[in-house]
T-cell receptor
């Protein structure tokens, strides 16, 4: 079992839909949780960062962490075609190496 | 503007050749990383460096080599020992653990180099 599981998709939704992207993990020591967005043939860019549990909101994006279930989510409201990209989750624990563990990424397609 | 520059964008390698991928950053970041990205496999860590003149192997270092002679530069050489080098290579940098804030700021990635064996 991989430490971080993420459904690769693709996830296809109509413009304006609410999108839910998810990752599960097995290492209960993970404390830092990140979401990256990667457009085709580009490098990933950091979208959201969350420490420990709870929600964090930034515009149309909300990151949610449920440590009891070892489950993190990224919600996108009023999705736009420009949101079409691959979304990677990443996480790390507070001690030791600061190298994060990445999920495989979920491909999102928002069609007009 | 600060950022990471990877070059070339596309690279073709013949069998038995060594090739070097360039990565330069002007963010004053201490730490730099090389990842390989294959379809359906996510990001796999090749090498990383926390400070000049020091680097560590990642999960898939075999067939690769790096150097870190300057803070700004972290070139990756794909040697002929790497049997399946066709992939998308990403360089990244971060503030680094000792200065703190590595996770809050996350990684800054370059635009990648697509390497193809011909």
């Amino acid at each position: 079992q991989k430490e971080v599981e993420q459904d690769p998709g693709p996830l296809s939704v109509p413009e304006g839909a609410i999108v839910s992207l998810n990752c599960t993990y097995s290492n209960s020591a993970f404390q830092y949780f990140m979401w990256y967005r990667q457009y085709s043939r580009k490098g990933p860019e950091l979208l959201m960062y969350t420490y420990s549990s709870g929600n964090k909101e930034d515009g149309r994006f909300t990151a949610q962490v449920d440590k009891s279930s070892k489950y993190i989510s990224l919600f996108i409201r009023d999705s736009q075609p420009s949101d079409s990209a691959t979304y990677l989750c990443a996480m790390k624990w507070s001690g030791g190496s600061y190298i994060p563990t990445f999920g495989r990424g979920t491909s999102l397609i928002v069609h007009p | 503007d600060g950022g990471i520059t990877q070059s070339p964008k596309y690279l073709f390698r013949k069998e038995g050749q060594n090739v070097t991928l360039s990565c330069e950053q002007n963010l004053n970041h201490d730490a730099m990383y090389w990842y390989r990205q294959d379809p359906g496999q996510g990001l796999r860590l090749i090498y990383y460096s926390q400070i000049v003149n020091d680097f560590q192997k990642g999960d898939i270092a075999e067939g690769y080599s790096v150097s870190r002679e300057k803070k700004e530069s972290f070139p990756l050489t794909v040697t002929s020992a790497q049997k399946n080098p066709t992939a998308f290579y990403l360089c990244a940098s971060s503030i680094g653990a000792r200065t703190g804030g590595a996770m809050e700021t996350g990684y800054t990635f370059g635009s990648g180099t697509r390497l193809t064996v011909v």
